[in-house]
């Protein structure tokens, strides 16, 4: 599996330390208080949030550099959206979040 990885991050902020400082700051905040509404829309069993919560976190996922478990979550978003859940693809998305939630206690 990829490692998240602040790549992308430093490209788009083209050096500045103030901004790549901020940015890592956001994702740190915002990531888990998404990462609680994806498993509170997957307990419910509401597709169209789940979709939602999903389209979300992707941003935080290609901003981390991982760019198969992007596809892996835009898949899992169009399947959604064909009020679709693929056990496989709950349990592939749930080691995304886990892999991105031990990338961010590090950084």
């Keep these: 599996m990829e490692k998240p ?3 992308y991050l430093h490209e788009l902020a083209r ?3 103030a901004l790549i400082k ?3 700051e956001v994702l740190v905040a915002e990531f888990p208080e998404e990462r609680k509404d994806y498993y509170e829309s997957l307990k419910i069993k509401n597709h169209k949030l789940i979709s939602e919560n999903v389209h979300r976190i992707k941003h935080k ?3 981390l550099g991982l760019e198969t478990a992007y596809e892996k979550a835009n898949q899992f978003e169009h399947d ?3 009020s679709n859940i693929d056990v ?3 349990n592939e998305f749930e080691e995304i979040l886990n892999s991105i939630a031990n990338y961010l206690k590090t950084i």
């Design 22 to 24: 901020q940015l890592k």
């Design 88 to 90: 496989n693809r709950v």
């Design 15 to 17: 050096g500045d330390e």
């Design 61 to 63: 996922i290609i901003i």
């Design 5 to 7: 990885n602040l790549e």
């Design 80 to 82: 959604l959206r064909n």
